[in-house]
């Protein structure tokens, strides 16, 4: 069972990728064989519109046309992996460009233009999305954040066809020296001290999300044999 995890964020070390990093220990722990592929460092632009997928009877059928640094991981995903995780953080409200790209190479080759609409992805995979983010969770309430997430957790629902889960992680921390930056907004002292009481647990929890999807792969990987 193969559990890779996504990150949307430039940085490779800090609250995006970490709180995937510690989803893929706890997958391990179940005994999955885990990868962390970093978004920011392949070649690969956004959907080009070209419809190939679309075209019955070709080659293209069903997957995306395109090559380029994306398309190993795409079919790795449509035949080597059981489960997937998509960590990104929130630019303007927004995942961030990479992720969204990354997004739309993933799941608009499968979508049939049926009636309803189908999925010609050809397994049934569990997901998560992982979202951290600078506001606090009631600010992101009120900023309408929740609905962009369930849009995405809806997404990867329908289209991989499993069960997906979301998990934001508000109030991050944005440098590890806020007195290199104007920082009028807000108390980096307070966020600074939140951050070391509060981000220790939501490592906790993410590695508990990663067991709890180890699970749910191999509950799928069962139905499906």
Known sequence: ??????????????NTATLLKNI?????????????????????QGCRSCFACKMMGKASYGRCA?????SPLLAAIASEVDALVIGSPIYFGMI?????SFVERLLFPYLVYSNPPSSLF??????LSVFTMNIDEERAQEMGYPANFA????????????????????DTCQFADYSKVTMEMMD?????ARHKELFPEECRRARSFGEELARQAASAATTAG
């Open 66 to 70: 395109a090559k380029d640094g994306l």
């Open 1 to 14: 069972m193969k559990i890779v995890a996504v990150n949307g964020s430039p940085r490779k070390d800090w």
């Open 96 to 100: 961030s460009g990479e992720t969204q």
């Open 24 to 44: 893929l220990d706890g997958a391990a722990q179940t005994g999955a064989e885990t990868e962390l592929v970093h978004l920011y460092g392949l070649n690969y």
């Open 188 to 192: 980096p002292a307070k966020k600074m």
């Open 151 to 170: 849009r995405q957790r809806a997404s990867l629902e329908r289209f991989l066809g499993g069960p997906s889960h979301t998990f934001a992680c508000y």
């Open 122 to 127: 050809p397994k049934k995979m569990p997901s």
